[in-house]
């Protein structure tokens, strides 16, 4: 399957700085990329989607102006966790769509745990 | 309503057998989806897609498709301990707007 790949894959931060996490399509122009966040023993929760050159769309309760997401360019988007909260330790990941053999197929990065202490 | 519904298991079966996991969905305008696999601790990883009804069939797995009764499902043939895992059913939806929709998942345990 296609390639998306996802940094750090582990970060620890201080509680009150901000963490930015990378996410690159390497291998097909991602449309649409979403950002998710799953605590443990727990299912994937959709934070935002966002598509190339658009402001992302953000799911009822989650905080705009503390998960800033970018997608500036087809293979890359980024979520910054402002001034970071130990409640926002979690495993985020993300997911990227495109078009791979004439069907649109998401597939995942391998994920970050952050860790805010 | 969840949009698509899992039963959360866990499902367990012994080494060899057949695991039949179920997904059912309630946007008819759902156009793709998908069986995910994600172990713990680990991100999800996609093992299947199936985009028409009928039968797909890849290895060890095939994914069934029922587009009249809005439901998805895969099965593992002998199946082993190394695919104890949750399994996530995903339906793709296009109609203005793009939206992947995640079931809660079936924890899969297999018995040696």
């Known amino acids: 399957g296609a390639v998306v790949s996802q940094h750090p894959s582990r970060v620890i931060c201080k509680s009150g700085t901000s963490v930015k996490i990378e996410c690159r399509s390497l291998?097909?122009?991602?449309?649409?990329m979403f950002w998710y966040r799953q605590f443990p023993k727990q299912s994937l929760m959709l934070m935002a989607t966002?598509?190339?050159?658009?402001?992302?769309?953000?799911e009822q309760g989650v905080e705009k102006d503390k998960f800033l997401i970018n997608h500036a360019s087809l293979t890359l988007s980024t979520l910054t966790v402002t001034s970071a909260h130990p409640e926002d330790s979690s495993f985020y990941i993300c997911?990227?769509?495109?078009?791979?053999?004439?069907?649109?197929?998401?597939?995942f990065g391998q994920g970050t745990r952050l860790t805010v202490v | 309503q969840k949009e698509v519904e899992q039963n959360s298991g866990p499902l367990s079966v012994p080494e060899g057998a057949i695991a039949s996991l179920n997904c059912t969905y309630s946007?008819?305008?759902?156009?793709?989806f998908f069986w995910y696999r994600q172990y713990s601790g680990k991100s999800p990883e996609l093992i299947m897609s199936?985009?028409?009804?009928g039968d797909k069939e890849d290895g060890r797995f095939t994914a069934q498709l029922n587009k009249a009764s809005q439901y998805v499902s895969l099965l593992i043939r002998d199946s082993q301990p190394s695919d104890s895992a949750t399994y996530l059913c995903?339906?793709?939806?296009?109609?203005?707007?793009?939206?992947?929709?995640f079931g809660t998942g079936t924890k899969l345990q297999v018995i040696p």
């Open positions: 997911s990227a769509r495109g078009t791979t053999g004439g069907h649109t197929e998401a597939f």
């Open positions: 291998d097909f122009q991602a449309t649409t």
């Open positions: 966002s598509n190339e050159g658009s402001k992302a769309t953000y």
């Open positions: 946007d008819r305008g759902s156009q793709s």
């Open positions: 199936i985009y028409s009804n």
């Open positions: 995903a339906a793709f939806y296009s109609g203005g707007y793009q939206k992947v929709t």
